[in-house]
């Protein structure tokens, strides 16, 4: 079974650019979730999707980031324009259920971001 | 608020020793707890669960168990390999059923 793919792996812009991560999630998956990771921290929530409806988007920054999930399947987040504070690890995750307390969630391998 | 502590890292031990990595957690009710591992150029993999009080996760040699009267969830193992090297996280899911993480700790093994 394929995994959580995610591109692009790395990504070095300036400030004031912007930038768009693609994630798939495994087929047959109702969720999808967005991370931020910074260094030295564990994965912060940004944007939990169940097919193409947002569930949470409460740590979201609105002013700058943006996410979506046409159809239910494929998602992207983008970030116009991206911060100096915007450099981390950015995590996509699927789960097969509605995130209930017992969903296992898969992660892809990451995109990390460097702005300079 | 919902939040959790874990031992902060680096963690270096020889091979074979034994391992324990501490975790307690501030959360109302009583969530399911995890174990993720993140090893070196890979996405985070759910290494150990579990969703009640007194059950213990176990996967590849290291085991949790859920202790509701001290909110902690340590991870154990007897005897660590090099190919152990990694990042761990503890988390749990929060009432809003979301994840909440640890800020990891790296564990280092040398041969």
């Known amino acids: 079974e394929a995994g959580v793919a995610q591109s692009p792996r790395y990504k070095i812009i300036e400030k004031r650019q912007s930038v768009a991560f693609w994630c798939n999630p495994i087929s047959g998956h109702a969720t999808l979730y967005w991370y931020q990771q910074i260094l030295g921290q564990g994965p912060k929530l940004l944007i939990q999707?169940?097919?193409?409806?947002?569930?949470?988007d409460s740590q979201l920054p609105k002013d700058r980031f943006s996410a979506e999930r046409l159809k239910g399947v494929d998602s992207t987040l983008k970030i116009q324009p991206a911060k100096l504070e915007d450099s981390a690890v950015y995590l996509c995750a699927s789960s097969f259920q509605a995130g209930g307390n017992t969903d296992t969630q898969y992660f892809g391998p990451g995109t990390r971001l460097t702005v300079l | 608020g919902n939040s959790v502590t874990q031992m902060e890292g680096p963690v270096t031990l020889s091979e074979e020793a034994f391992l324990t990595i501490n975790c307690t957690y501030t959360a109302t009710g009583y969530p399911s707890l995890f174990w993720y591992v993140q090893y070196p150029g890979e996405g985070l993999q759910l290494l150990l669960k579990?969703?009640?009080?007194?059950d213990k996760g176990s996967n590849k040699g290291f085991e949790a168990t859920y202790r509701k009267e001290t909110t902690s969830f340590h991870l154990e193992k007897g005897s660590v390999q090099v190919s152990d090297s990694a990042v761990y996280f503890c988390a749990f899911y929060s009432s809003a059923s979301k994840i909440i993480f640890g800020s990891g700790t790296r564990l280092s093994i040398r041969p």
């Open positions: 579990a969703t009640k009080a007194d």
């Open positions: 999707f169940q097919n193409n409806g947002v569930v949470d």
